[in-house]
C-alpha cells in the first residue's frame, strides 16, 4: 500500500527538507538568505522557534482553560448553594403562612363556640372585643414573625454570592 506523498517503495519524505529543496532551487534564493541574514533571521532556526512559540502559546492555553473552568466550577457551586438557600427560605416562609392561618382558623372557630354560647348583648360585645383583640395580636405576631423571617431569607440568600464574592476578590475562605 502506498501513501500519497510516497512514491511507491521510496522512503517517506521530509516535508521541511523537500521545501528547503525547492527554496534553493529558486531563483533568487541566495539573495533571499542574505536579506534573512541581514534581518537576524536564521531559517534552521525558525522551525524550533516556530516549536517553541507553539508550545509557550499551548501551555498559556492550557493555563486559561484551567482558571477558567476553575471558575467555571465556582460558579456553578455559588448557583446551587443559592438555589439550595432560596428553595429552603421558600419552604420556611410557606410553612410559617400555613402555621398562621391554622392558628387564625382555630381562634375563629374558638369564637364561633364561644359566640354560640352568648345569653346577652353585653356578653357578646365582651366576647367580640376580646375576639378582636386577639385577632390583631395574632396578625401583628404573625407580621413581625414572617417579617424576620423574610429578612432571614434574604441574607441566606445572598450568602452564597457574596462569599464567592470575597473569595474571587482574594478575600478570606468561609
Known amino acids: 500500500m502506498s501513501d500519497a506523498n510516497t512514491p511507491s517503495g ?3 519524505r521530509d516535508p521541511f527538507e ?6 534553493d532551487a529558486m531563483p533568487g534564493a541566495d539573495a533571499m538568505r ?3 541574514a ?8 525558525l522551525g524550533e522557534a516556530f516549536r517553541t512559540m507553539t508550545h509557550s502559546s499551548l501551555e498559556q492555553s492550557r493555563e486559561a482553560y ?8 465556582e460558579a456553578t457551586r455559588t448557583l446551587e448553594a443559592t438555589i439550595d438557600q432560596a ?4 419552604l420556611n416562609l410557606s410553612k410559617r403562612a400555613i402555621e398562621g392561618l391554622r392558628a387564625q382558623a382555630e381562634m375563629n372557630f374558638e369564637h364561633l363556640q364561644k359566640l354560640s354560647t352568648v ?10 372585643t376580646r375576639y378582636l383583640r386577639r385577632q390583631i395580636e395574632l396578625a401583628t405576631d404573625q407580621a413581625r414573625a414572617m417579617q424576620e423571617m423574610t429578612r432571614s431569607a434574604g441574607e441566606d440568600l445572598m450568602r452564597p454570592a457574596r462569599d464567592a464574592a470575597k473569595r474571587s476578590d482574594g478575600g478570606e475562605n468561609p
Open 87 to 90: 428553595h429552603s427560605g421558600s
Open 66 to 73: 484551567g482558571r477558567m473552568r476553575s471558575a467555571a466550577d
Open 34 to 36: 542574505g536579506a534573512q
Open 119 to 128: 345569653s346577652s348583648f353585653s356578653e357578646f360585645m365582651e366576647i367580640q
Open 10 to 12: 521510496d522512503a517517506p
Open 18 to 23: 523537500e521545501t528547503r529543496r525547492a527554496f
Open 38 to 45: 541581514a534581518m537576524g533571521l536564521d531559517p534552521a532556526r
